[in-house]
Every structure is written in C-alpha cells, then in structure tokens.
C-alpha cells in the first residue's frame, strides 16, 4: 500500500510531500502557526447547546445505570470506610484506566493491521 503522504523533518523545517508528489516547505515558525490555525479552528467549530447538554445530561443522569453506579458508590464507601467522595473517584478512575487501557489496545490492534496490509 502506498502512502499518501510523506514528512520529513529537519531542525528547522518539514518538507511534506503530497501524493500528487508536490513538496510543501515548513519552516519552524509557519508550521507552528499553522499547528495554531489548526487547533483554534477545531475547537471554535464545535458547536455546543448548553440547553441541549443540560437536557442530555439529566437524562443520563436518571437512568438505571446511573443509580446503579450510585449504589456501587455508596457500597464501596460503606466496605472501605471511606468518604463517598473518594469511593466515587475511585471507581471512576478505575473505569477510565480500563476504557484509556482498551483504546490504546484497539489502537495499537489497528496500527498492526495497516501495517501488515502495506
């Protein structure tokens, strides 16, 4: 499989080389302005409804598994003898080791694809 595009990068500038096989020349200071563009231009683009996240959000919030979550809260609390607070952060930092540990595994499972299939 051919890649479409190509970076090189020196110290001072990138040479990006499209699949058209023309070459872009960045130096330091313009790829970082653009890097800038980029990113200002990703978040102000996202449009956000306070009223539609708030509606959204105390959905979520009613549902069962939110109050089973709550009850997790409360039990861990209870068997560990520690404030709710910390059983909470607790089990929500548990939740998001796992979800961050399956993402890279997911990630790393389809960069190993790509590069059996090049």
């Not at 890649?3 to 020349?25: F, H, L, M, W, Y």
Request: aromatic share 6%; glycine share 2%; no cysteine.
């Amino acid at each position: 499989m051919k890649s479409a595009v190509k970076v090189n990068t020196t110290e001072d500038q990138t040479n990006i080389v499209g699949p058209d096989n023309q070459t872009s020349q960045l130096n330091s200071n313009s790829l970082e302005s653009l890097l800038r563009s980029l990113n200002t231009a990703m978040v102000s683009t996202r449009s956000f409804d306070k009223q539609s996240l708030s509606h959204e959000l105390s959905e979520a919030l009613s549902t069962p598994e939110v109050h089973f979550i709550l009850d997790a809260i409360r039990k861990l609390s209870i068997a560990q003898k520690i404030p709710q607070d910390e059983a909470a952060e607790s089990i929500i930092t548990t939740f998001r080791k796992i979800d961050r540990i399956w993402k890279n595994f997911i990630f790393i499972e389809g960069l190993e694809k790509i590069q059996k299939s090049e």
